[in-house]
């Protein structure tokens, strides 16, 4: 029998999908731009949708789901991420499932499924990792490649493709409930830990998918979905290069559209971002999914459309292929359009060709596909690897914030009041994309599915020899204070009182932090500012710890706490590393990727401010923060030594190097983290006063050093000028090596020189460092 020219692996990709879409009707091409929700059978016994989204308004009334498959499908939603189903069970469910699909269609052809993998992938019994503002704290591009590499191996193991990651939002008003799921306010951190994240997501065979774009973080108010009222410089400085970078640099093949608008047009009808900049400026390829019910939001809350056909025109036209979770308006209602001539079948032809195109590469089109995964044997998706590396990147995003009178590390056989609504839940670790907090909660007769330590059980043991004892205190949220007393009681008692403190995660108001819960100020949830302020009182020295998904305002007790230790959702491991940075066992490493506040109102505030966004004699407040971005102590000193950084002046297109020795100067092994920062003194159009251009974490034993040399490129100082170019100024230059975005200890001072340089795709992103060491 003759192999039909699509099927021909020794084909071009392209050709074989132009041969296909020759033979498919309207239908079966439309297929292939929806996904439904499906849930795997608990029994393994393939899966069904996902009941409440094929029968509420959101799913096409006519979709049923085995008539449905004739045609094909695109995409399968979350088979593991939908309720808790053994991952033996599941990777039996998707491939009967994908045979199904395969068998019902004239072609053949599975669907690609997708999941969701924020901070691993979510399913039961799978790791849960840090969230991305933990990985944004590590400042450690290289542990978050590793640590997309093991997820990915974890999705591929399962049959699944797609991975709904990574967030590159950067954080514009650290009040919005989704600042957990970011990676922070600076979009050289962004740009360079996401798209180390999409190298190793990638590098197992899954599809990296970059969200949210563009702008979703800038929502006026911090409101979730709200309009962004972003400029255009804001825009293409800050919001957008953590995006390209992550396609040029990291080989995403995906990307998902953002809910928000901006300027009126929303970013799901939006050409001139979803192709004009996206394909035509920066030559991606790959596919353009919608956010879950974006099209329809079209419809229903940006009101742009007025029918589904409408909405579905506006998406397709604007560069969505892919329209998820489930099938409403790429169905019958975009069928009948193109039947009636209201939109045009190439538009549909454009985004089934991406589509298939991807499917091709995934191998998906080839005769010899199979749906069971090549790895054999038991499926443990949380298996001791996995865990030792969630570790290692908890223990490397604890931040320590302040230790004035070295009370950290604590004695081994000390008094301990651990106090706090946070030391012993073990959702205090996770954020709201985990699976525990995204799905159980659903489901509160079954376990987690995973070993996640509490902080109160990881210091006990952690201490051994301390005595220990724990009262609550107070709820997360809620007014009551009654439990004062007994937490007033039990930190006089003791000789030193560790206050665990922090958020709830959890979706539309049901936490203090994630998707829908926004805030109106960085006070403290709750009363815990209140029980802090009745245990400092006391006069024992308080340790305060916080688990939290945001920074909150602590200028109220600057001055009265014995040390400060901030993690921000820290994962499954994350009990124990916050033990052992109290315990001394681990030397506190995390840097702030989010400045933390004085006070908990005057937002929105990052430190990428223009001179007139910082302190000054015009105004009565002063936003300087008390921690800025990239502050973190360690139980060790570090010298910096033989900077290297003459006068100097380059052309527009030059480059510069500088250079410094940084030598552990204390007893103790420890990392630190050199950072350089731009100041533009004078330019076209504002400029922030310093922004992050490069940086290197250095581990070094006790008394050894490494000598650090940036590779400045003066592509690195571009922006957008008052035509919208993006351009290289001539004129002066500071370049300041430092520990934070507030403490330059070396300053390079250069002149770039010759004509202004519009600078494109080509351009240079990041900073290149070489580390000698001693």
Same mark, same amino acid.
């Given at each position: ?80 991420? &939908? ?37 691993? /992938? ?14 944004? @704290? ?31 939002? #950067? *954080? ?25 994240? *999409?190298? +190793? ?15 979703? !973080? ?38 998902? @559209? ?22 035509? %400026? ?7 999914? @919608? ?8 419809? &229903? ?100 914030? =302040? ?35 995204? #799905? ?52 006089? %008692? ?13 979706? /539309? ?11 109106? =100020? ?46 921000? /959702? ?19 490493? +995390? ?23 910082? !302190? ?7 936003? &300087? ?36 020795? #940084? ?6 092994? +420890? ?18 006063? #310093? ?20 590779? /400045? ?44 340089? $519009? ?10 460092? $070489?580390?000698?060491? @001693?």
């Amino acid at each position: 029998m003759t192999t039909a020219p699509w099927r021909d692996p020794a084909l071009p990709a392209a050709a074989r999908v132009d041969d296909l879409l020759s033979r498919m009707t309207l239908e079966e091409k439309t297929a292939q731009l929806y996904g439904v929700w499906v849930g795997a059978a608990t029994d393994g016994d393939g899966v069904a949708p996902h009941q409440h989204d094929m029968t509420a308004e959101s799913a096409d009334p006519a979709a049923d789901y085995d008539e449905l498959i004739t045609r094909g499908l695109g995409q399968l939603t979350r088979s593991f991420g &939908t309720a808790p189903v053994d991952p033996a069970l599941g990777v039996r469910a998707l491939a009967l499932a994908q045979r199904r699909i395969a068998a019902a269609g004239r072609f053949g052809i599975p669907a690609v499924a997708h999941e969701e993998c924020l901070a691993g /992938f979510t399913a039961w019994r799978a790791t849960a990792y840090p969230v991305p503002l933990a990985w944004g @704290a590590a400042f450690d591009p290289s542990l978050v490649e590793e640590m997309g590499r093991a997820i990915g191996r974890d999705l591929r193991a399962v049959g699944v493709h797609q991975g709904l990651a990574p967030v590159l939002d #950067v *954080v514009r008003d650290p009040r919005w409930g989704r600042v957990e799921e970011t990676i922070g306010e600076d979009p050289y951190l962004v740009g360079t830990v996401g798209t180390a994240y *999409v190298r +190793g997501l990638e590098s197992a065979g899954v599809v990296a998918t970059l969200k949210h774009f563009a702008g979703y !973080a800038s929502s006026v108010g911090a409101r979730n979905l709200a309009p962004v009222r972003a400029g255009t410089r804001e825009f293409a400085d800050v919001t957008l290069p953590p995006f390209e970078m992550a396609l040029r640099e990291g080989g995403a093949r995906s990307v998902m @559209a953002a809910y928000t608008e901006r300027d009126g047009v929303p970013a799901s009808a939006d050409p001139e971002l979803l192709t004009r900049l996206l394909r035509d %400026e920066w030559g991606f390829t790959g596919t353009v999914v @919608a956010d879950y019910f974006g099209i329809a939001f079209l419809q &229903t809350l940006h009101r742009v459309a007025g029918t589904p056909a409408e909405a579905a025109h506006l998406a397709l036209a604007a560069g969505i292929d892919v329209e998820l979770p489930t099938v409403k308006y790429y169905g019958e209602a975009l069928v009948a359009a193109v039947r009636a001539g209201e939109l045009p079948e190439e538009l549909v032809d454009r985004a089934a060709h991406r589509v298939l195109l991807q499917k091709c590469e995934l191998g998906l089109l080839d005769e010899d596909w199979r749906p069971e995964p090549e790895t054999a044997g038991p499926v443990d998706l949380d298996p001791p690897a996995n865990r030792a590396l969630a570790r290692r990147l908890a223990e490397e995003s604890v931040v320590l914030l =302040d230790n004035p009178d070295a009370l950290l590390p604590l004695a081994p056989d000390t008094r301990i009041a651990v106090v706090g609504p946070r030391a012993a839940d073990a959702l205090a670790m996770l954020g709201c994309y985990s699976f525990p907090s995204h #799905v159980l909660t659903h489901h509160p007769e079954v376990d987690p599915g995973i070993e996640i330590p509490t902080v109160l059980e990881s210091l006990r043991a952690e201490l051994p020899d301390a005595k220990v004892t724990f009262t609550e205190g107070c709820g997360v949220s809620d007014p009551d204070p009654s439990g004062f007393t007994e937490a007033i009681a039990r930190a006089a %008692e003791a000789d030193v009182c560790v206050a665990v403190l922090g958020d709830r995660a959890g979706l /539309f108001g049901r936490g203090t932090s994630g998707e829908g819960c926004d805030v109106a =100020d960085l006070s403290l949830p709750g009363v815990q500012g209140e029980l802090l302020d009745a245990l400092v009182a006391t006069g024992v020295p308080v340790v305060l710890v916080l688990l939290t998904g945001r920074p909150y305002a602590l200028g109220r007790w600057h001055g009265r706490l014995g040390a400060v230790v901030q993690a921000f /959702f820290p994962g499954e491991e994350g009990g124990p590393a916050v033990a052992g940075v109290l315990s001394g066992r681990v030397n506190p490493s +995390g840097r702030l990727p989010v400045s933390v506040p004085h006070l908990p109102g005057g937002q929105p505030w990052t430190y990428l401010q223009p001179p007139l966004g910082l !302190a000054g004699e015009v105004s009565n407040l002063d936003p &300087t923060p008390l921690y800025p971005f990239g502050h973190g102590r360690s139980y060790t000193e570090f010298a910096w030594e033989a900077f290297s950084g003459p006068d100097a002046e380059i052309d527009t297109d030059g480059s510069y190097d500088l250079s410094v020795t #940084v030598r552990n100067s204390g007893g103790r092994a +420890g990392a630190e983290v050199v950072q350089l920062y731009l100041h533009d003194p004078v330019a076209s159009v504002t400029r922030p006063d #310093v922004r992050l251009i490069g940086y290197r974490r250095l581990e070094l034993t006790a008394g050894e050093s490494a000598r650090v040399t940036f590779r /400045f490129h003066a592509d690195l100082s571009a922006f957008t000028d008052r035509a919208g170019r993006r351009v290289v100024e001539p004129g002066d230059l500071q370049l300041r090596l430092g520990t934070s975005s507030g403490d330059a200890r070396e300053v390079a001072r250069l002149r770039l020189t010759g004509p202004v340089r $519009e600078v494109g795709a080509e351009r240079r992103l990041h900073c290149e460092v $070489e580390v000698l060491r @001693a």
